[in-house]
């Protein structure tokens, strides 16, 4: 897809060896010289034998349940421009264990980065309870504070993951990047901080960004700094030394900031750099969030060397009332291949997905639509599910996501953050927030043609230890069947589910809407749903997590299927998040209804019908952990029985490392 390239005429930036222009990171950062190690983890888990007696039939709890229920171009070495006057404000993140009144994110300038809560009495955590949270298989920091995932890439054999950081407490602030290495997005390995923020025009934080691999193999790193004076700008990076396959070393370019807000634009509204794509007229272009009065946009740049840019006169696109648009991405997916495609290609038979984080809700909406490069337009393919007012990523926590192209297995990879939803307090006590979501591969469905698919990207399988298989059970109306799993924290769960046809055609229709956030959870019974699997219970279902479907049958006698995941009973605990998720899942005609769930300690991710719709929810039970964290397959329909065929695995534990010469 690269017809023209004239790579000779991109970069090189400055010279890499100059670092008396730009000085190298390496060394003079808090943990470059200090190899982190994981704790050990404290596994596991407490075979409770007499559960695993009961078999699968004869073992038929019947829970039965009484009643009811452009134009500026910047020159890279402009000098002078008038910032804000903002205040900044220093915070110390340890001072405090109560949550502030306000968020420090909103008060330096960019979203809220706290969980709100709520009320509730704080529970009292003990660190045993605490310590369980940690995750075996996700991406997490040895601790501190974790938010959006930057500048994904392949390099030289190497994943590297970028992201968020705050190296000084469990709390949002004093943002750089962190960095890991892995050969499989799996196991990985930490490295020193790639950038601090020891410039002026990164010291408020070394924010968000993308990168963009050129033909000839040269490395281009986009992201936004906050200033000395809160305004935001954007900057270029690169590796100091392009042969070293882990890119220790960073170089920020001796011109920057290359872009700083336009007139018209708040300064405080000028985020998130994307991967560039290649125009046929040979420059790069790229795009950023931004928003006038209401409507969320995305700006548009061009480039030849990513030093100067050019605004293009239009947006790419935007929507009115959707506020800041937040992490914009933007990339090709294909209509009949089963691959997925750099973020350079184009013409027939692609279409381009717009992706936004809406920073007033703090959701990431994509739509499908298509890119005209001559008008430099993006037009959605369904005015009515537009960005930011149709389809989400998830419909739990996952926010600020971003994807890459890997050359690699020539797929199109997501990563999003995963904030915590328990107290701030908590975070502080136990050290840590945040955690990555498996990654995974995103692709055009085929068969619906109005959504992507997601999927846990295949390396995630090779962590399944002993299953379990479970073949057409029977689960009758109002009922739950004890799984007999012995780690019931570290599950990857394929099921599927029908419903019987008979039962189908006898139930009575409603004209009732369904919504799985308005209803009352797994206890709102209908005739043809809840059922699924109720993840971390306890033994006497007190704490319980459902992650099931909803079928309803309207007066024209269609079904609708929608996906939800029910935390109001999660935790004994009140002080953390206990929404109902979920949404509308798409069901041709002829398909069985299907399930995968991976479960990690305190993270549930869902994915329906291969990954229409996707939920990802936090947990943090004080009862249904370790040992003593059940599963079972439940059905509270009260028309319905349902036949259900379930693969169970128990998953390993990944030990996260610094990394050591000797791995390569
Ligand atoms: C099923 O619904 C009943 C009545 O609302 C409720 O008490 C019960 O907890 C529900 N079962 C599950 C597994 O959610
Ligand atoms: C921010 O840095 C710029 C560039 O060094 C400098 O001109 C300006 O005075 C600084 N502003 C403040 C508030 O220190
Ligand atoms: C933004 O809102 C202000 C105040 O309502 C209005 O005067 C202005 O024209 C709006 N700007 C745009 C680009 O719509
Ligand atoms: C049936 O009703 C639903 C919901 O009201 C509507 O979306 C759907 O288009 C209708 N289907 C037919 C075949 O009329």
Known sequence: MFSNTRTNQFLPVSNPDDSSKAPLLNGSHPVGDEPIRRLPRKELLVVVSGFLMFALFVALIVANVGSNEN????????????????????????????????????????????????????????????????????????????????????????????????????????????????????????????????????????????????????????????????????????????????????????????????????????????????????????????????????????????????????????????????????????????????????????????????????????????????????????????????????????????????????RRVLWGWIKESDSEAADVQKGWASLQGVPRTVVFDKKTGTNLLQWPVEEVDSLRLSSKEFNRVEVTAGSVVPLPVSMASQLDIVAEFELDKKDLERAAESNIEFSCSASSGSAERGALGPFGLLILADESLMEQTPVYFYVAKGTNGTLRTFFCTDQSRSSKATDVNKEIFGNYVPVLEGEKLSLRILVDHSIVEGFAQGGRTCITSRVYPTRAIYGDARLFLFNNATETKVTTSLKIWEMSSVPMKPYMSNHL
């Open 71 to 410: 134009h500026v171009q910047n020159n890279a070495n402009e000098k002078g421009f008038i910032l804000s006057s903002s205040t900044t404000e220093k915070t110390t993140p340890t001072e405090t264990l109560r949550p502030p009144t306000s968020s420090r994110g909103v008060s330096a300038g960019v979203s809220e980065k706290a969980n709100q809560i709520l009320g509730g009495e704080s529970y009292r955590w003990d660190n045993n309870v605490l310590s369980w949270q940690r995750t075996a298989f996700h991406f997490q920091p040895e601790k501190n504070w974790m938010n959006d995932p930057n500048g994904p890439l392949f390099y030289k054999g190497w994943y590297h993951f970028f992201y968020q950081y705050n190296p000084n407490g469990a709390m949002w602030g004093d943002i750089v990047w962190g960095h890991a290495v892995s050969k499989d997005l799996i196991h990985w390995f930490h490295l020193p901080l790639a950038m601090v923020a020891d410039r002026w025009y990164d010291s408020n934080g070394v924010w968000t960004g993308s990168a963009t691999i050129l033909p000839d193999g040269q490395i281009i790193m986009l992201y936004t700094g906050s200033t000395n004076e809160s305004v935001q700008v954007q900057n270029l990076a690169y590796p100091k030394d392009p042969s070293d396959p882990l890119l220790v070393n960073w170089v920020k370019y001796e011109g920057n900031p290359v872009l700083v807000p336009p007139p018209g634009i708040d300064v405080k509204d000028f985020r998130d750099p994307t991967t560039a794509w290649y125009t046929s007229e040979g420059k790069w272009r790229m795009i950023l969030g931004s928003k006038i009065n209401k409507t969320g946009i995305s700006l548009v740049y061009e480039t030849e060397d990513f030093k100067s840019y050019k605004q293009l006169d239009k947006v790419l696109h935007g929507v009115p009332n959707t506020g800041m648009w937040e992490c914009v991405d933007f990339y090709p997916v294909s209509l009949t291949g089963e691959n997925g495609l750099d973020t350079s290609a184009n013409g027939l038979g692609v279409k381009h997905v717009l992706k936004t984080s809406l920073d007033d809700d703090k959701n990431d909406y994509y739509a499908l639509g298509t890119y005209d490069e001559k008008a430099v337009t993006w037009v959605p393919d369904d005015p009515r599910i537009d960005v930011g007012i149709g389809i989400r990523y998830d419909y739990g926590i996952f926010y600020a996501s971003k994807t890459f192209y890997d050359p690699n297995k020539k």
